[in-house]
């Protein structure tokens, strides 16, 4: 009579593991039983010690496939498997752990790749040349900045919508200047593109009257801000910006969102040229970016971000994103954002308020997005020189006031974005493994020869 | 062996519910009354104690989950009358009104009111006697699947609970809900990387969410305090016991839950609005675990234990369940269901269901389960909050 065979039990019949039952310290064969029937369904050469209750693979598993148990993916298969070898920590990791993350320092690439790529995709699919760069100074400036949410991950759906139809890459806008006052119609060109443009203007028209103000529509999304502010500021003048944009926040109490959550950005040039007084922030408590940025990791929202579909607080992020954001300082911000949006989209003649269309679920529609850009020259109020010394002071008092015990540091707006941006233009831009992939593929599918 | 699905019996109760005990009880509604509920019970032998581990200076939700939990074992179907006790008369009351809304008529008793220790000894002896008066009275009357309710439960788990003592259970939950009757499982902890099979299982996409939410929920709360649950689990001696993921540990725990449709979240010590697998929103510590299944209205608890555990609840019967051929041995007085069978392949999946089946109809007719027998009985209501 042949010697009693080792079982290993199969929880579901398609499940890639077994467990033995017995520990194997010999070569032989196995006899895999299903739990339910307690039938042999296989026999198996084994050729490895595994200890009792561990994992015998039952077929072979490719690297980086799920490994199925209890009819469930229990992580990812670090390496090829083969059938018959014990699968634990070393050849199967969980896909939640964070040791098993992907944790690998990010890699560096300078500023000037980034901005070739964007360029040169947007040459891909025919855009004008002023759009593309436009475009490409914006998402390099995110990221020399520190404003990821607003970089490379945009350009996939940002292409999407230029090659669907959604936005046109070759439109200029039409501008119509009564004095300080300027009007311009994006003609649904590309964003970053219409919104260059209308700084450009405010700055011409600033100098000429010590004022200007640039009200945009018909344009698409503009990136972060803070870029347009600075660019005015970068001409010695005072640069405050608006947009509207993809409906979001709901005010306190309704079920439905009605706005957008605008963002305010106000730029100042300090003494040094490659420092600057930079508020942007958007008027939701957070931007839709980094909801979808939670749904994808799994994380929950802190409370108080957004709220479902019917109106109720979430935490979910799932629910968020079919729901609406808050807007950001309660009942406050949300004024500000109402005030914000008659300053923007009612002001400017198109849409505003829920009227501009979704860029996510309306590829091919034209946004309609507004923007409000307003600049003051800061030689006509004060002379330049003295606006800086002035804000240059504002800033040193701020930052040498005495410290509590608990902050590490006290700062003024825009203090770490440009010190960001002297690092990274110096050291290269952090890419994250996932943003670098996709920028590659992107680059690939297009047929752009990229230096990776 | 043939069992019978048919013959079971029960005690009704005058919300229609069943119960498969009958027991007297003394609810203490606050700590500072525990020393007269246990006085009264062991003045009055057969009468279980319920005693409070806090109930001054609660607030806010914490306090309002103590009170409906407290008031769900006092109403519970096992329980033929309960006795709540207090210091001053308004908290006894406020545990009788939601009694009352659960469809349970439960007599109170104030410290102060009736005037100190000797005095409320005096009429709570009174009261107890003429509730086991009546209690003694109830008679059994047929019970359906379709009106039980059973708690679903592992702790002390081991390479055998994954493996063959929680699907055993998740078989018999399955027969349970086939035939009308409801599971409540819980210990949204342990389902951290089981939220693929949640969502699979779920009724709706509103319940995922809220499945995936709550179980999400207590690894933010772990966050908080410094843990990271994906990160320390499996702990080493998971890792030792040849489980390599989060995934497959939470897997082998929701193995117990079976294979059919998950109808929601149920709140801490809530009853199932409806038949079916239901997730309640407790933490995972055997006796608070049990407290919690056991107020929001299980009859008994199905425990599968690997290691070994031996709490039982004082009024829902916990029968322990175990596969693991060294725990049986060194603990049988412990334990109610031996499976040890199924890691010799004397025994699968259906046969370790039918053995789990045959006790719990056992149980249900009146068997004591071993920690009803041993007396290892224990109840506490979680907190989640401070006390001022």
Known sequence: MAVTQVRAILLEPDDDVAAVLETIATHGTIAVTLSASGKTVCELAVCQDIPFGHKVAVRDIIKGKPVHRYGFPIGIATIDIKQGEHVHSHNMRSMLSPGSKQSKSPTLRPAQWVHELVKSSLKAVGTSAEGAQAMADAITEAHLRGVETHGLRRLRPYIARIRSGGVDGNS?????????????????????????????????????????????????????????????????QLGIVTSNGQVCVAPEGAKKPLLSNNPLAIAAPLRSPDRFLELDLATSMTSRANIVEAAGSGALLPPGWA?????NPTRSPGAALEGSLQAFGGRKGFALLVALEALTGVLCGGAFADHVSSKETALDAPEGTAHTMIAIDLEAALRADAYSDRLEELVERLLALPRNAAADAIRYPGERRWKLRSERLR??????????????HLAKELGIATSV | MALAIGGLTGYPRENGRKGVRNLVAVLAAADNVNPLARHLAARNPGVVCLPASYGRGQMGRDFEVS???????????????????????ESSERVAKLARQLGRQVATLSFLETGGLLESLHKGNEILCAMQQAASLVQRVPLAVSELTIGLECGGSDTTSGLFGNPALGAFTDWIVDHGGTAVFSEPVECLGGEDLLRKRAVSP??????????????????????????TNPTPDNLAGGLTSIEEKSLGALAKTGSRTIMGVLGYADAAPAPGVWMMDAPAAAVE??????????????????????????ISPTIKISANPRTVERMSAHLDVDLSDMLRGHMNVVQGADAIRAAVVKVIG??????????????NISRIGPSV
């Open chain 2, 289 to 314: 675990n049990v407290t919690a299944l056991a107020a929001g209205g299980a009859q008994c608890v199905c425990f599968v234990t690997g290691t070994g555990n031996p709490t039982g609840h004082p």
């Open chain 1, 427 to 440: 050291a290269g831009i952090p890419l994250s493994d996932a943003e670098l992939t996709d920028a590659v």
């Open chain 2, 366 to 379: 009146g068997e004591a389960t071993a920690a009803e027998r041993l007396d290892y009985l224990e109840t």
């Open chain 1, 307 to 311: 709220q479902d579909a019917d109106g």
């Open chain 1, 172 to 236: 200029r806008p039409r501008v119509t200047t009564r004095n300080a006052l300027i009007s311009i119609d994006g003609r649904n060109g590309i964003g970053h593109h219409v919104a260059t443009c209308a700084a450009k203007a405010a700055s011409t028209a600033a100098r000429q009257f010590g004022i200007s103000i640039v009200l945009v529509r018909n344009s698409n999304h503009f990136g972060f801000a803070g870029h347009y502010a600075t660019l005015i500021a970068a001409s010695k």
């Open chain 2, 206 to 231: 509103e319940a995922a969410e809220r499945l995936v939410s709550t179980v999400r929920l207590y690894d933010e709360l772990a966050r908080e305090q410094g843990i990271d649950l994906a990160g």
């Open chain 2, 67 to 89: 009170l409906r939990a407290m008031a769900g074992l006092a109403a519970h179907p096992n329980i033929a009358s309960c006795l709540v006790v207090s210091f001053e008369p």
